[in-house]
């Protein structure tokens, strides 16, 4: 808030500065200085797109814990395609010499590392939530500190320290930090969260791998490099 508008304020409100103060966040911003301003703006755009983030990951979450729910239970979601697809290319490539304990660990790798790029894509929004939820409340502080320096401004120009002259620096600076936190505790909160979500569908994706796996060691029509059917432990 500029020195011009603390003298309006001052003027319009009196010695009673506060009764005519509204601490509504859109009079806030409004009565707020260019850097005030500016810092309330990157806070609201950083809280708006933290809840984007937010929805995009529990809408992934739960769309991950469907598939593979479906996948353990016999059909074949589009969304786990690349991991079966992953599975069934390795199963059918041979190694001389390989056991069927080494096939399977084989398969089991190729479609963990599937699985491991799928939730890597999935989790693309979390580092950035991250970032909001640390950054943040900085920002917002440094908004506070500007207004208190506003505050501090006003004092000196106008020597005098009664409410009318620092009240809207104060609540300026305070505003500030309101939006700041506004933005980091949802960020916060849905970080943990939607991480906590992910290592619980990265868990049952790993069973799926292992039952996947089995799956396809057990297909019927597998003949060894010599044209013998192949039996359980025997070397390929």
């Known amino acids: ?36 301003k500016a810092v309330m703006a990157i806070l609201l755009a950083a809280s708006l797109w933290c809840w984007v983030l937010i929805i995009e990951g529990a809408v992934s979450v739960a769309r991950l814990r469907r598939a593979v729910r479906e996948a353990r239970d016999g059909a074949s ?40 790029e799928l939730l890597t894509r999935s989790e693309g929004g979390l580092p950035n939530l991250a970032i909001v939820s640390s950054v943040a409340p900085f920002v917002g502080l440094f908004g506070t500190v500007w207004g208190i320096m506003t505050s501090f401004a006003a004092i000196a120009e106008l020597q005098d320290t009664s409410l009318a002259t620092v009240a809207p620096g104060i609540a300026e600076s305070l505003a500030a930090t309101a939006y700041g936190l506004a933005a980091a505790i949802p960020a916060s909160i849905g970080y943990n969260r939607i991480g906590a979500a992910y290592a619980r569908v990265g868990q049952e994706m790993a069973s799926y791998v292992e039952e996947r796996a089995i799956v396809l060691l057990s297909r019927p029509g597998e003949v060894a490099l010599d044209g013998a059917p192949r039996r359980r432990g025997e070397a390929i």
């Open 1 to 36: 808030m500029t020195l011009d508008k603390v003298r309006k304020h001052r003027r319009s409100t009196g010695a009673d500065g506060m009764q005519g103060l509204n601490l509504s966040p859109i009079p806030l911003f409004l009565a707020a200085g260019p850097v005030g």
């Open 77 to 116: 979601p589009k969304a786990l395609a690349g991991i079966a697809q992953a599975g069934d290319d390795e199963s059918r490539r041979r190694i001389p010499g390989e056991t069927a304990g080494e096939v399977r660990l084989r398969v089991s790798d190729a479609m963990a590392r599937a699985a491991r």
